[in-house]
């Protein structure tokens, strides 16, 4: 594993982005930090359509059935259908998909403060379900949890994610990494983790 | 037109739709609100793909440029990518737009507590784009204005729209029809609008 530091980028691209990215406080998240202790009682949602929604009796899924014992590479962005998050950071997950196996990852997921239908429905279109997990994080409370919310009113997107990726091992945050602008992709890329784990 | 009664319909569907319906008060909102001056300084958001949201600036549509001086039939559903509204609530809007037309009708709208991104997304799917105008109300303060919210955490929502349909003229709500349950359509519907015009 290459670094367990946290990277912070310099800031480019979209202005309003970058505004939401100056608002926010520094991640209480960090490399150590046990993630399923740090987001108590907080459940994802696992991506899906409606009706399988309705037939699972809207169920969720618990952190520690997505973290412990395993290896995971997770990665949170601003919302489904935003546009680097659809160009650029998705993609390159997914085109990686082969080497994070390789690399013995148990999982690779994305997250985003949106609803598990439109997660879905998102995933579908980048025909990327396969080689990646979508959860959604509907209320925001695992991003709230981990301190990795910002303000993107000004994108008309609200309260999201910022961009940001980990490796975690049994629970264990190893590697994280937060852009400073939420539309950069500088340091929470595919490549950078993959050089991480 | 037939009415100006707020109709109400009786329970049906699912059951954690209903739910989120028990715990609402009665709509502010009624037959001869204004509805710009009750939502002042609100504005919402056109649909539209995160590349045009970027080169319009974020902009938004201040309400009285949707109703001022026009003809509107508007109606609001609890999400996008969920089942009723995809499967029955948009669809019998589009196959009436002609009838919309012939009536007078300058704009028919679709309102969601969904971003504008994921709006037209989803209206792209349902091929609705033509036939009907989206708009996103991301941070939910139309309908917050119109005291038109429920809580639908329980179907992994969150805060979203009630089921409604309004006629709207010149600004001045002419129908209201708010269902019961947030899973029905049974007073919402396009023929009923229709009925009212």
């Given at each position: 594993m290459a670094s367990s530091i946290v990277k912070r980028a310099t800031c480019s691209a979209v202005a309003v982005l970058r505004s939401?990215?100056?608002?926010?406080?520094?991640?209480?998240?960090?490399?150590?930090?046990?993630?399923?202790?740090?987001?108590?009682?907080?459940?994802?949602?696992?991506?899906?359509?409606?009706?399988?929604?309705?037939?699972?009796?809207?169920?969720?899924?618990?952190?520690?059935?997505?973290?412990?014992?395993?290896?995971?590479?997770?990665f949170g962005l601003p919302g489904a259908y935003t546009g680097v998050c659809s160009n650029k950071h998705v993609p390159a997950y997914?085109?990686?998909?082969?080497?994070?196996?390789?690399?013995?990852?148990?999982?690779?997921?994305?997250?985003?403060?949106?609803?598990?239908?439109?997660?879905?429905?998102?995933?579908?279109?980048?025909?990327?379900?396969?080689?990646i997990e979508f959860y959604g994080d509907f209320d925001g409370s695992f991003h709230k949890s981990l301190d990795l919310t910002t303000d993107l009113s000004g994108a008309l997107l609200g309260t999201r994610s910022q961009r940001w990726s980990a490796y975690v091992v049994d629970g264990k945050v190893k590697a994280l990494n937060i852009e400073e602008a939420p539309s950069d992709v500088k340091v929470s890329g595919a490549e950078t983790i993959l050089e991480q784990i």
């Open positions: 939401g990215a100056s608002l926010r406080s520094y991640a209480r998240v960090a490399s150590g930090t046990d993630i399923i202790a740090a987001a108590p009682n907080v459940s994802l949602q696992k991506a899906r359509s409606w009706d399988d929604g309705v037939s699972s009796k809207f169920s969720t899924t618990p952190l520690k059935d997505i973290f412990k014992d395993k290896k995971v590479v997770i997914k085109d990686n998909s082969e080497k994070f196996k390789s690399k013995g990852i148990d999982s690779v997921i994305c997250v985003s403060i949106n609803d598990p239908y439109v997660m879905n429905a998102w995933a579908e279109r980048l025909q990327a379900n396969d080689a």
